[in-house]
Every structure is written in C-alpha cells, then in structure tokens.
C-alpha cells in the first residue's frame, strides 16, 4: 500500500472517530426521535425541492419562512450546529489538501509575506 493511501485511511479513520461527527449523529438520532422537528424538517424539504423547480419568489418565501420554523426547535438548532460543525472541519481538511497540492494562497496584502511573494 502507498503512503498516500495509508494516510488517507488514517484520515478517514480520525474523522470516522472525530467527536464532530458523533455529535452530529447524536444529534441526528434526536433529531430523528421528535416528531415535531421532523415534521418541520420533511416541509422544509419538500419547499426547497419546489424552489429548485420553480425558484418563484413566493416559493422561495416560504422555504425562507420554514427554514426559520426548524431552525427555532431546539433540537433542529442542535442538529444544525453540529452539522455546520462538522462541515466546518470537512472544509478545513479539504483546505489543507488544496494547498499542499497548490501550495498556498495569497489572500491580499498580508504582513507575513509584504504583498509582493507573488503567490
């Protein structure tokens, strides 16, 4: 087996075990266990399948208006929490791979580098 491919198997391992992802599944299975949140969450489903159809601007409305509505029970908050948590630390590793592939990024005029690295 490569190295790359070990260390990927290992990365996969670390965020198989990583507590954002047990937190988002715990929060899930609570989630999944209140009928009400999952009521809220099954019609602000079914309304961004709509705004993905029509995109009518009283569509988008409503799917506005039922985000808002999951959002608000508490256990919907705690999903998206963990969720956004957890997408956060996706990013972060994908990040990562991107600039060891690339290299680094040059984001404006930074102090480290003077603005003139050329990067």
């Known amino acids: 087996m490569s190295e790359?491919?070990?260390r990927a198997a290992e990365l996969a391992q670390a965020i198989a075990n990583s507590e954002?992802?047990?937190?988002l599944r715990a929060a899930e299975q609570e989630l999944l266990s209140d009928s009400e949140a999952m009521e809220l969450y099954n019609e602000?489903?079914?309304?961004?399948?709509?705004?993905?159809?029509?995109?009518?601007?009283?569509?988008?409305?409503?799917?506005?208006?039922?985000?808002k509505k999951f959002a608000e029970n508490e256990k919907a908050k705690a999903?998206?929490?963990?969720?956004?948590q957890f997408g956060a630390m996706l990013e972060t590793v994908n990040k990562m791979l991107q600039?060891?592939?690339?290299?680094?990024?040059?984001h404006g005029d930074c102090g480290s580098c003077g603005g003139g690295c050329g990067v």
């Not at 954002?20 to 937190?23: C, F, G, Q, S, V």
């Not at 999903?79 to 956004?84: G, I, S, T, V, Y």
């Open 79 to 84: 999903f998206l929490e963990a969720n956004q």
């Open 20 to 23: 954002e992802l047990k937190n």
């Open 44 to 67: 602000f489903q079914r309304l961004q399948q709509m705004a993905q159809m029509s995109g009518t601007p009283e569509v988008m409305q409503q799917l506005e208006e039922a985000y």
């Open 99 to 106: 600039e060891a592939i690339e290299g680094p990024k040059h």
């Open 4 to 6: 790359v491919i070990k």
